[in-house]
């Protein structure tokens, strides 16, 4: 198991590098078919909890919001406002669609439909940094979820949400935070030395921290959805991982953190 859980993780940092290095509409699509197929895995589990949430209306809002998010933010919020207001007014014109299922529906969209759109600013807009901050990203949630999984197994006693993942340990929960904080640091050192950013490293300690932190919390958050629709796994993509979601789930809160981070105290 544990053999398959490298296996497959390498593929996964062979194919994100083989998206940045191509980058251009290959990158940009690759974001897209990613979205689609972990809005896939979401719908599948509420289906299985016994909901029927419209699922072509969710495909189809997440293609024209990620063709509006390439050309223009300006117009996310008014789309998200009209497809909810459109959303909620189908069970009085549909028989059968219940409002659990347009929440579903709409809720899909948004997670994990859009936050995995985070990709594309941290890769293209995070003037002058180009894709390093993505790669920053990547390290922090990578090494929160490494340090925390072989140091709770070491040390873990105190379990930390054990109605939510009882596997995990409040040992293991702060030694991820740890190896966040230290590999965003070491990889400034590595940026700085090579790039001459000249970025004070208590930036990237408090990114580490709160990548570290919130990386976490999207596991978390997961694990809440598939404990809730009675699932072990959103998916079967990839072996000893299980669904692109379950992949990502830490991710999709460890982007939208580092990018909010870059425009607050890094952009100028």
Known sequence: MLMKRILSAALGIIFIFFMLYIGGWFFRVSVLIMSLIMMHE????????????????????????????????KYLVVLITLFVLIGLTL???????????????????????????????????????????????????????????????????????????PNKTVEGSLGGLFGGIIIGILYGLILNQNHKFGIPLYHFGFMGLLGGILSQLGDLSASSIKRFCGVKDFGKILPGHGGLLDRFDSLLFTLPTIYTYYLIFLSS
Do not use: E, R
């Open 42 to 73: 979401f719908y599948h589990a509420f289906i299985k909890k016994g909901y029927k949430p419209l699922t072509w209306l969710g495909y189809l809002f997440i293609i024209i919001l990620f063709c509006s998010y390439l050309v223009s933010y």
């Open 91 to 165: 069970p009085v014109f549909i028989k059968g669609v219940s409002i659990m299922d347009i929440l579903t529906t709409v809720f899909a969209t948004l997670y994990p439909g859009m936050l995995i759109f985070f990709l594309i600013p941290l890769a293209f807009k995070s003037y002058p940094y180009g894709m390093n901050l993505l790669i920053l990203a990547f390290l922090i949630t990578w090494s929160t979820d490494t340090f925390a999984y072989f140091l709770g197994m070491a040390f873990g006693k105190k379990k930390l949400c054990p109605s939510v993942s």
